[in-house]
């Protein structure tokens, strides 16, 4: 499984798009790129995943870099509910595991 | 989705005790694994529980302390035995198919706290 490294946390403006930031330049060419995220106290959520071409869902879009060094999760209109620990993971899906790193600490402010 | 029930959602429990916390699936899956969470950290996988055979440890984690059932496709049981107070965390389950690159999803976990 690839490394990621993520910033340690990050603000945003309520309604304003949050961005964060992934480096997982040790990925391979089959590993996707997970993103999780973590409300206190709960159990980690699904947000997203992708391999080459950016995606998007109901809860975010994900844009993975041409090189897949790098990919930035985007979180149109943030509102106080995503406050949380977003996880960035490299991960192989034909083996399920999934390896956490430290995450980042999204902290959306009034 | 798959909807993911953890038994009991928290405990205190002394040291020196045995707790056996149960992972519900309400559907058939492939993949089911435990993980432990301390205090202030992010996840560590302990094992991959595997159906019918034993699981699969990570490095640090041993069956005689952690030992796992998975007696089918749909529940297992983490126990953690002889337990410190550095026990103390939430463990979760999570499970996944073994199709290419789907996503796997987490029950709730449960709070242990060894006093």
């Known amino acids: 499984d690839a490394k990621t490294t993520q910033p340690p946390s990050m603000d945003c403006a309520e309604g304003r798009a949050a961005n964060l930031p992934c480096n997982h330049s040790?990925?391979?060419?089959?590993?996707?790129v997970y993103w999780y995220r973590q409300i206190h106290s709960q159990g980690p959520q699904y947000i997203i995943h992708?391999?080459?071409n950016n995606e998007t869902n109901e809860m975010a879009s994900l844009i993975i870099t041409e090189d897949r060094k790098s990919s930035t999760l985007i979180l149109p209109h943030a509102t106080l509910r995503d406050t949380a620990v977003y996880y960035c993971?490299?991960?192989?899906?034909?083996?399920?595991?999934?390896?956490f790193g430290q995450g980042t600490t999204l902290q959306v402010k009034p | 989705s798959a909807v993911i029930s953890q038994k009991p959602s928290r405990d205190i429990c002394q040291r020196g005790t045995s707790l056996t916390i149960q992972c519900q699936v309400d559907?058939?899956?492939?993949?089911m694994f435990w993980y432990r969470q301390q205090p202030g950290q992010s996840l560590t996988l302990i094992a991959t529980?595997?159906?019918?055979?034993?699981?699969?440890?990570e490095s640090g984690f041993v069956i005689d302390k952690f030992p796992i059932s998975r007696p089918n496709l749909t529940f297992s049981t983490l126990t953690v035995s002889n337990m410190s107070p550095e026990d103390s965390s939430i463990y979760l389950c999570?499970?996944?198919?073994?199709?290419?690159?789907?996503?796997?999803?987490f029950g709730q976990g449960t709070r242990l706290t060894v006093v």
């Open positions: 529980a595997n159906q019918g055979s034993e699981a699969t440890y």
């Open positions: 559907s058939q899956v492939t993949m």
């Open positions: 040790t990925i391979s060419g089959n590993e996707y």
């Open positions: 993971i490299g991960g192989s899906g034909n083996t399920g595991k999934l390896i």
């Open positions: 992708g391999l080459k």
């Open positions: 999570s499970v996944g198919q073994l199709t290419v690159n789907t996503e796997a999803f």
